[in-house]
């Protein structure tokens, strides 16, 4: 999938990670990697970039961005870290974090799978 094809996701992306998503597509492009992004979102305060199949390759550069992101703004681009309010987390610079706190920790997943009873 080309470079502008993947950039349908940017618009999923909040607006200050855009051009982390746009550098990451040409970064991927400059070397030589193809892949065909599926999903792209933000989530517990960072990006999440998924691709339709395994990429050793392009495994690094994906990391590096979602990384850059636990470091930006969400909202702006500028320097930013994870906050948290009523239970959502986001990436916020001092500016965009007003009533928001710093988290004790990383958010925490939980599964609680039930499985049906054999009758």
Known sequence: MSQ???LR???????GW?????QLLSDLES???AVRVTQAKEKFGELRVYIDRPDQAAAPL????????TRM?????AA?????RNHLFATLCAEHGAGFTKPLGRPM???NLRYPKDD
Request: with cysteine; net charge negative.
């Open 109 to 111: 997943i939980s599964l």
């Open 73 to 77: 703004c969400q909202d702006c681009g």
């Open 9 to 15: 996701w940017e618009s999923c992306l909040p607006i």
């Open 80 to 84: 930013g870290e994870l906050m948290v």
């Open 62 to 69: 994906i990391a590096a961005a979602e990384q850059r992101s």
């Open 31 to 33: 070397a030589g990697i």
């Open 18 to 22: 855009q051009p982390l998503f746009r």
């Open 4 to 6: 502008e094809e993947n």
